[in-house]
């Protein structure tokens, strides 16, 4: 008799379709056997979430799609903005585990290598992944919070603007490598989950993408029999 299909859901919180469909494949390339992904985004979301008021702004969306998840039976999700935009939200509504792609490429590299920096799109979010770091425990791992100067959606383009995009995070991870003297490169951005396996042969490091190793932590904590606890924290939001 074979094992029972895990299913997980990924949500990117922003509106940016061709964005989740590159999620998609990323995380589906990532799951093992009898893993089923499916990957959703809200559509009144804004199309890129850069900064403190697109975070706010994607909220409702977000929660909405975790919980129609909850109600369709969904064994574990993943929270595909870099920010982990409403992660102890979502741990709220959900059942099953519930890991932000920041989170789990930071516990990642601190698994694979002593130090790492991060290479995210604007200079706006380097102070969001800073503080994130801070509250992952991983100041003294993380070397850097590097930006490209480049706009999320600029990655999405297929023509000269995108190939100019990745040309500036492929050169952003090389300063990371030379003048951080880290091990490894996280790419700070959902809608970067193509580049890896390009920018690991580039550049001789493991270059981390968040989408990958949150479906596997979720893969391995549901295969593990865990969920989110509802004690404290993380209990039912209160009916009001």
């Known amino acids: 008799m ?17 964005m989740t469909e590159k999620i998609a494949i990323s995380a589906r390339a990532a799951a093992g056997p009898g893993v089923a992904i ?8 804004p ?5 403190y008021h697109d975070e ?12 129609k998840g909850e109600a369709a039976g969904h064994d574990g999700f ?9 992660l102890g939200a979502c741990r709220e509504v959900a059942s099953g585990p519930v890991v932000g792609i920041c989170e789990a490429a930071m516990h990642a590299a601190a698994m694979i290598a002593t130090s790492f920096s991060v290479v995210t799109t604007l200079p706006r979010s380097v102070p969001i992944i800073e503080d994130l770091a801070l509250t992952y425990g991983m100041e003294r791992r993380c070397r850097r919070v590097r930006a490209a ?3 999320v959606l600029a990655l999405e383009d297929e023509g000269n603007e995108g190939r100019a995009a990745r040309d500036k995070v492929r050169a952003e991870v090389e300063r ?13 951005c959902a809608g970067m989950a193509d580049l890896t396996a390009w920018l690991s042969r580039e550049t001789g490091v493991p270059v981390i993408d968040g989408v990958v190793c949150a ?19 993380y209990a039912r939001p209160r009916v009001k």
């Open 2 to 18: 074979s094992a029972p299909e895990t299913r997980i859901l990924v949500v990117n919180p922003n509106s940016t379709t061709s």
């Open 56 to 67: 706010a702004m994607c909220l409702r969306g977000l929660l909405e799609e975790i919980a």
């Open 47 to 51: 199309a890129s979430i850069e900064g």
């Open 215 to 233: 479906v596997r932590m979720v893969e391995a904590l549901v295969g593990a029999g865990l969920a989110t606890s509802k004690v404290g924290a």
């Open 149 to 151: 100067d480049i706009p």
């Open 176 to 188: 990371a490598v030379a003048e951080d003297g880290c091990e490894a490169v996280i790419l700070g």
């Open 38 to 45: 499916t990957a959703v985004n809200p559509l009144d979301a």
């Open 78 to 86: 993943v929270v595909a903005c870099f920010d982990d935009t409403g």
